[in-house]
């Protein structure tokens, strides 16, 4: 049976006061203060740009071009000022996907994520040195394509250009990690995820300039209502599958030697198999690739010619205004949702864990026949999910084609991410009240 941890009944009084008891806790106060003013500075140093830029050209670039403005999401703004962050975390979040997608391929690391806390820091500081080459390969070739756009000039390894192409990339390269020690800082003082907080934030700062493109929509101010109204639906819709998960029924039995004799204990739990394992990373895998040949397509079809014709004819296709450009995101954020889940999925060992520590599923015997339920259950499970992100992914068009509303980009990702983060949040401000006998968020 699937059921969902969103509970009804919340009141805003109690919200009100579950605040306000947050804050009358020195230690919770401290962390909330430490995690709010961490995201402060992160914006201020979003706001320090590399030297030697067009401002214009730079706003007519990303007005242009669809995968710069994915890459700015996670950015919060700093890409499109082309700051000393403007990266972002997205270098940290690369080199932690592929470091999920080696595990199981790698016997090194195979080990490793055995080990329990002591692989996890190893595996932790791998995924940081992987940052780095990460991060400089991004930060030259956001280089070359601002020197390309002619918003930067002196880009390149030899005379005039080597110092300030190697000072652009080392202090790109250097926010970037400034911003996931940043989050790393947050993780542990404060509340929260802090590299999940991180790109919340810089969603979040976002909305002032989506709400103004709404009201000066004034030729279609019902179409900017049902496009709001469509919006807080989806979020809803988010929400419920969020948290939606199926409860497989676990025993647990062992045998303890007391006073000269034996004696049997027993005890029972679930595990919960969530409808959205994969989180937002099927979409960010999909619309990575569905928009890159667009972006490659842009800049041959100035060559001229033959390729220059077939790269146009490919941009006009690949289009994010036309149906193809959607419906090829629809299918690979399925296929991405289901292989992701399930290499995740197998990294954990549940059937090998459950064995070990003497537990089982009802009606099912223990080991290999437990990982064979369990798999076609995930299965099952994971059909919905993918289900679920396809759709999300395409909210955006079909929204546009509903309202007629096409000045305001409604991002399913911002908004999968932006729920998924707040929720988190919540649950472990819940946590922490909960611990101190107070009332808490959500229950």
Do not use: C
């Not at 805003?12 to 909330?32: E, H, N, T, V």
């Not at 003082?189 to 590299?195: A, L, P, T």
Request: glycine letters at 10%; charged letters at 10%; a positive charge.
């Amino acid at each position: 049976m699937i059921q969902s941890e969103v509970q009804g009944g919340g009141r805003w009084p109690r919200l009100i006061q579950a605040a306000f008891d947050a804050f009358s806790l020195p230690d919770l106060r401290a962390k909330i203060l430490f995690t709010l003013g961490m995201l402060a500075l992160y914006r201020l140093v979003a706001h320090i740009p590399i030297p030697g830029l067009d401002a214009g050209a730079l706003e007519n670039l990303f007005s242009n071009n669809q995968l710069l403005g994915f890459l700015d999401l996670f950015s919060g703004g700093a890409l499109r000022r082309m700051s000393i962050v403007a990266l972002g975390v997205f270098p940290y979040i690369t080199a932690s996907i592929i470091m999920q997608l080696l595990t199981p391929v790698i016997p090194t690391l195979q080990n490793l994520s055995r080990e329990g806390e002591a692989g996890r820091i190893k595996m932790n500081r791998i995924v940081h040195w992987g940052t780095v080459p990460i991060a400089i390969a991004q930060a030259f070739a956001q280089l070359v394509l601002l020197q390309q756009a002619n918003v930067l000039t002196n880009v390149g390894f030899t005379g005039d250009a080597l110092l300030p192409t190697i000072a652009a990339i080392v202090s790109m390269t250097a926010g970037t990690m400034f911003l996931v020690w940043l989050g790393e800082l947050i993780t542990e003082r404060g509340i929260g995820n802090g590299i999940s907080l991180i790109i919340f934030a810089g969603i979040v700062v976002g909305f002032p300039g989506l709400l103004t493109q709404g009201f000066l929509d004034r030729d279609n101010i019902i179409g900017v209502f049902f496009f709001a109204l469509i919006g807080l639906l989806i979020i809803a819709l988010i929400v419920v599958f969020n948290e939606a998960h199926r409860r497989i029924p676990v025993q647990y039995g062992r045998s303890i030697f007391r006073g000269g004799q034996m004696y049997r204990q027993s005890g029972s739990s679930y595990i919960p198999l969530r409808i959205n394992s994969a989180g937002m990373i099927p979409l960010i895998f999909a619309f990575s690739i569905v928009i890159l040949p667009g972006t490659i397509a842009q800049y041959l079809s100035t060559t001229g010619g033959f390729l220059g014709n077939l790269a146009g004819d490919l941009q006009s296709a690949l289009s994010p205004t036309g149906p193809i450009y959607w419906i090829l995101a629809f299918i690979l954020v399925v296929a991405f949702t289901f292989f992701y889940t399930l290499v995740v999925f197998q990294q954990q060992n549940i059937a090998e864990n459950l064995q070990r520590n003497g537990g089982f599923v009802l009606g099912i015997r223990p080991g290999r026949p437990t990982q064979d339920y369990l798999n076609r259950v995930i299965v099952r499970l994971t059909m919905g999910g993918a289900l679920f992100l396809g759709f999300i992914a395409i909210v955006p068009y079909l929204a546009s084609l509903v309202t007629n509303v096409e000045a305001i980009a409604l991002s399913s990702t911002s908004l999968l991410i932006m729920v998924g983060v707040g929720l988190d949040t919540l649950r472990q401000l819940e946590a922490q009240l909960m611990m101190r006998n107070y009332e808490g968020f959500l229950r």
